[in-house]
């Protein structure tokens, strides 16, 4: 639980995959982000196709107290992410494989609005497609106030299940269902 956004998209036939890399690269080590490069330049013989070869290509960075952000690609040139082939790589034609989310909850409104602004730049530079739903609405309306709000919304309702959960029991026979709505309509 927490402010998340979610993304999927298919990297550009005419862009540079290597130039993409260098930049992510250079603005992690500017806000001292750890990063991980995977391949480097997509195999010829998927790209565009529904097969891949089990092989990530691009980069991954991790803000701090936020989860990883891959900007990661399956040979066909798909974002994808290590987890999400692991887990949904040998199901062929299983979606699950490219749809990528981020946490940003606890890294806070600057870093979320930060990385949703590398998107769009990165969008109009590399990707073919690139969907995203912002949870924080920032994406859709470039709104920093509507940012701000949605982060208080989202912490005040942590707030509100982590205080519940340290004071109201739960009744013998009560499911969680009930248990965390009686906590959520307090």
Known sequence: MGLSFHYNGTFSTQASLSEM???VKDIAEAC?????IYETVFSSDSFGLEQFDKKLYGISFTPSECETVSLTFLSNGRLSSGANLQF?????GNEY?????????FAGWQTH??????????????FQHLTVADEG?????????????RFKEYSALLDKVSTGLEV???????????????????
């Open 168 to 186: 109201i029991p739960i009744k013998p026979g009560e499911s969680l269902e009930e248990y965390f709505s009686r906590i959520l309509n307090r």
């Open 97 to 105: 494989l490219y749809m990528l989310s981020v946490k940003t909850q």
């Open 113 to 126: 609005m930060f990385i949703i602004q590398l998107f769009k730049y990165l969008d109009k530079k590399y």
């Open 137 to 149: 609405l920032y994406w859709e309306t470039g709104n920093e106030t509507l940012l701000k709000e």
């Open 21 to 23: 890399i260098e930049e």
């Open 88 to 92: 949904y790589g040998d199901e062929k």
């Open 32 to 36: 001292k982000w750890k990063y991980h």
